[in-house]
């Protein structure tokens, strides 16, 4: 939808950011004139909605043109007819505009619901010495702050759409016959580097609302880092399972070939009738060649990344938002109480 305006892409994601920051500045203006007890710590509030709004709608973007020359680059990999390949792609990376229009209704509803009806208070304008913001009384600051909150939630619902779209279209291409190299990886390797895009896409957005606000307070706070949370993690495992699958099937063709192999050496040398130096040495090579072989199939990964550690490292990353969510919880919950008290049984 953003990208059928007629204005540059780029035009259009500042002016939301634009939008965004002038109801939070607006919002918090009414409430705390002059700024005079404003600190540092909120002024950031401020601007963590209207970058993470910038951010979300700039990666909705970023994300669908690597993800047509990734998905480019796999073609060689996926053993299809060209025209069902186009249509899985197709499936992958298109949103339909009826589906993002309810996304926006729905973005709209819930916003709504939480500041209007049930009167839910501001996390962004929330101040130590005023206590939590609510809803203002000011038509048209309320109107442009329910706007705002209707972009933001807006651009989180397309986010997360399009990585569980982009993840079940990419699932469906793991699923398809692919070419694997079992020395070589390089061509299955853009469905470990598309999977990482998204689910990183997704934990940007929860650790910036988790520096930026702090952590959760209110039960629909805890439903949307969870929500984002299992979405960056769906992002990452549930493309990769069909890719792993055959990864798996081409490493045990080839090591039983290899151990068909041994087995033929071993035959041939409890065969030989006297002792001959270089047939003995001709298969005692051959022997060791396939033992060197098989170690080097057994190192390589299951999973289209170069290495173990590079596998390590995505898992990680992919985990980083419940990582540094349980941690800050653990801290709030048993080190801090501590700190304040020593005393305390």
């Given at each position: 939808?953003?990208?059928?305006?007629?204005?540059?892409?780029?035009?259009?994601?500042?002016?939301?950011?634009?939008?965004?920051?002038?109801?939070?500045?607006?919002?918090?203006?009414?409430r705390d004139p002059g700024f005079a007890n404003t600190q540092p710590l909120v002024l950031l509030r401020l601007f963590a909605l209207p970058i993470l709004t910038m951010y979300m709608l700039a990666m909705?973007?970023?994300?669908?043109?690597?993800?047509?020359?990734?998905?480019?680059?796999?073609?060689?990999?996926?053993?299809v007819p060209d025209s069902e390949y186009d249509r899985l792609v197709f499936n992958t990376v298109r949103i339909s505009p009826r589906v993002e229009i309810a996304l926006l209704g729905l973005s709209a509803?819930?916003?709504?619901?939480?500041?209007?009806?049930?009167?839910?208070?501001?996390?962004?304008?929330?101040?130590?010495?005023?206590?939590?913001?609510?809803?203002?009384?000011?038509?048209?600051?309320?109107?442009?702050?329910?706007?705002?909150?209707?972009?933001?939630?807006?651009?989180?619902?397309?986010?997360?759409?399009?990585?569980?779209?982009?993840?079940?279209?990419?699932?469906?291409?793991?699923?398809?016959?692919?070419?694997?190299?079992?020395?070589?990886?390089?061509?299955?390797?853009?469905?470990?580097?598309?999977?990482?895009?998204?689910?990183?896409?997704?934990?940007?957005?929860?650790?910036?609302?988790?520096?930026?606000?702090?952590?959760?307070?209110?039960?629909?706070?805890?439903?949307?880092?969870?929500?984002?949370?299992?979405?960056?993690?769906?992002?990452?495992?549930?493309?990769?399972?069909?890719?792993?699958?055959?990864?798996?099937?081409?490493?045990?063709?080839?090591?039983?070939?290899?151990?068909?192999?041994?087995?033929?050496?071993?035959?041939?040398?409890?065969?030989?009738?006297?002792?001959?130096?270089?047939?003995?040495?001709?298969?005692?090579?051959?022997?060791?060649?396939?033992?060197?072989?098989?170690?080097?199939?057994l190192a390589q990964p299951s999973l289209p990344f170069r290495n173990a550690l590079s596998v390590s490292r995505v898992v990680l990353a992919a985990l980083s938002p419940f990582v540094y969510f349980t941690?800050?919880?653990?801290?709030?919950?048993?080190?801090?109480?501590?700190?304040?008290?020593?005393?305390?049984?």
């Amino acid at each position: 939808v953003v990208e059928r305006l007629p204005a540059p892409y780029p035009a259009v994601v500042l002016a939301a950011g634009a939008i965004v920051l002038v109801a939070q500045v607006s919002a918090h203006a009414q409430r705390d004139p002059g700024f005079a007890n404003t600190q540092p710590l909120v002024l950031l509030r401020l601007f963590a909605l209207p970058i993470l709004t910038m951010y979300m709608l700039a990666m909705l973007r970023t994300l669908k043109q690597r993800a047509v020359k990734s998905l480019r680059d796999l073609r060689p990999a996926v053993q299809v007819p060209d025209s069902e390949y186009d249509r899985l792609v197709f499936n992958t990376v298109r949103i339909s505009p009826r589906v993002e229009i309810a996304l926006l209704g729905l973005s709209a509803v819930v916003v709504v619901v939480l500041l209007a009806v049930l009167r839910s208070g501001l996390p962004i304008n929330s101040l130590p010495q005023l206590g939590r913001a609510y809803l203002s009384s000011d038509a048209l600051i309320a109107a442009l702050t329910l706007a705002s909150y209707t972009l933001f939630g807006w651009a989180g619902l397309e986010l997360v759409l399009a990585t569980l779209q982009f993840g079940r279209g990419l699932g469906a291409l793991a699923k398809r016959p692919l070419t694997i190299n079992v020395f070589d990886p390089t061509n299955v390797l853009p469905f470990g580097s598309l999977t990482l895009m998204h689910s990183l896409s997704v934990a940007g957005v929860i650790i910036g609302l988790l520096i930026t606000l702090g952590q959760p307070e209110f039960l629909i706070d805890y439903m949307v880092v969870v929500l984002a949370s299992l979405t960056s993690i769906v992002a990452l495992v549930a493309p990769l399972s069909g890719v792993r699958s055959q990864m798996l099937q081409a490493k045990m063709h080839a090591l039983l070939h290899i151990h068909q192999r041994l087995v033929d050496c071993q035959a041939a040398m409890m065969a030989l009738e006297s002792h001959n130096p270089d047939t003995l040495k001709a298969l005692s090579t051959a022997t060791d060649n396939l033992i060197n072989l098989r170690k080097t199939i057994l190192a390589q990964p299951s999973l289209p990344f170069r290495n173990a550690l590079s596998v390590s490292r995505v898992v990680l990353a992919a985990l980083s938002p419940f990582v540094y969510f349980t941690l800050n919880e653990l801290i709030r919950a048993y080190v801090l109480p501590v700190m304040i008290n020593p005393n305390r049984p």
